[in-house]
């Protein structure tokens, strides 16, 4: 990921976007995404969108799709396409009434954003998909088969100990509730744990 502010002014308008990355807790970050008024007493506003909401947030500029977001504080992020140009517009809610601030960008001005986006929030992690029990025991069937293709000899003794019956075994340890590697050499018997 990027560690730069990307800031991009829409000199019509007379307001700036910027793109921020934040670490605000352990683990936690956040992008930050900001349109201030350049103009004399222009307004500032903010929406802090999680990585995955900036994610979601490029593949609408990229698709020309449009998006909304609500970030913590209850601040909306709206992405809205037009002819020629997408509009990122941020409306805060505090006290007061409602502050709107949207910023304009032309057809270069949406890539650049595009671009930062990606860099900033990096890759899409990878989906979390639970193994199936078949699936550890091919696992075990593979490193069986890899020890055999390297001419390991691989036994099973009556304890389910697997062994190769000179040097090495692999052990069920009790106390730790894990299968263990234990060499011959190191006074354990075969089956017994270290």
């Known amino acids: 990921m990027s560690d730069a502010t990307c800031t991009y002014r829409d000199t ?3 307001v700036e976007l910027q793109l921020e990355i934040s670490e605000i807790g ?3 970050t956040r992008l930050i995404v900001a349109l201030e008024g350049c103009d004399f007493g222009g307004d500032r506003v903010t929406a802090w969108l999680t990585l995955d909401e900036g994610r979601r947030m490029a ?4 698709s020309g799709k449009p998006f909304e ?12 396409h037009g002819t020629l140009q997408t509009t990122v517009e941020i409306t805060a809610y505090d006290d007061g009434p409602p502050t709107v601030v949207a910023v304009r960008l032309d057809g270069p001005g949406a890539v650049v954003l595009l671009a930062e986006l990606r860099s900033l929030c990096g890759p899409d992690a990878e989906p979390f998909v639970p193994r199936t029990e078949r699936e550890y025991w091919e696992d075990i069937a593979s490193a069986l088969n ?10 099973i003794d009556l304890d389910g100990t697997l062994t190769d019956r000179r040097m090495w075994s692999v052990v069920w340890d009790r106390d730790a509730k894990q299968w263990k590697v234990a060499g011959y050499e190191d006074g354990t ?4 744990p270290a």
């Open 26 to 28: 352990e683990g936690v």
């Open 59 to 62: 593949d609408a500029v990229e």
């Open 12 to 14: 019509d308008a007379m």
């Open 69 to 80: 977001c609500t970030d913590a504080s209850g601040d909306v992020l709206k992405v809205a």
């Open 189 to 192: 018997e075969a089956g017994e």
């Open 146 to 155: 890899a020890a055999e293709s390297v001419g390991m000899s691989v036994g």
